[in-house]
């Protein structure tokens, strides 16, 4: 069983940043500046999907939705890793 499920609200366990491929440089998300910060640690989520990578089957992927400003306006989803995620502020 996964650590969170789909419309938990997490929060970021540190800053997350659009981490660039090792092989190219590029950005990894597409449209965001390689290294730009993507949530900062204590920013506020909710879990919108869990799902794994091929590569890794026993890994949980989180795709995420951060708040983005005094709003709470959600951002584009992002994927994080557990440990990457916290259940309390």
Do not use: W
């Amino acid at each position: 069983m996964s650590q969170f499920q789909m419309g938990d609200m997490v929060f970021a366990a540190q800053d997350l940043f659009n981490e660039p491929d090792e092989e190219t440089g590029e950005s990894g998300i597409p449209g965001v500046t390689a290294g730009a910060l993507l949530a900062g640690e204590g920013t506020r989520g909710v879990v919108v999907n869990v799902g794994h990578a091929k590569a890794a089957p026993k890994q949980a992927i989180y795709l995420v939705r951060f708040e983005t400003g005094e709003d709470g306006t959600l951002a584009e989803p992002i994927g994080c890793l557990g440990e990457e995620l916290s259940g309390t502020k």
